[in-house]
């Protein structure tokens, strides 16, 4: 199993950018694939990005490319989201997801793929 916690959430204007990390603790976090998603209020979790275990691999969100960047640092067991040009329909809590997989190319992007969450972190843009 494995553990997430995430952080680096906050309150930021419009424009703005935020460094969103999850630390990951437990065994063999190279073979998950890790996920970050997000909920707004009154809305379903949707899709935000995916990482796959080695990090050589990314899939986004069409409505956050460009903006958004996922990576990891396998050595540190860590999974990073950069978010870029914040907007107020951006706020939301952001969540980590991890999967274990033998997959090398796993890329999964329903919530329900993946069986292990961290609690969330708040992101709020204002406007």
Request: with cysteine; aromatic share 12%.
């Amino acid at each position: 199993q494995v553990q997430l916690v995430e952080s680096g959430g906050g309150l930021v204007q419009a424009g703005g950018s935020l460094r969103l990390s999850c630390a990951a603790s437990g065994r063999s976090f190279s073979s998950y694939v890790m996920g970050w998603f997000r909920q707004a209020p009154g809305k379903e979790r949707s899709f935000v990005a995916a990482i796959n275990r080695s990090g050589r691999a990314t899939y986004h969100a069409d409505a956050m490319s460009g903006r958004f960047t996922i990576s990891r640092d396998n050595a540190k067991n860590t999974v990073s989201l950069q978010v870029n040009s914040l907007k107020p329909d951006d706020t939301a809590v952001y969540y980590c997801a991890a999967r274990y997989t033998y997959s090398c190319d796993s890329l999964p992007s329903w919530a329900n793929e993946y069986p292990y969450w961290g609690q969330g972190t708040q992101v709020t843009v204002s406007s």
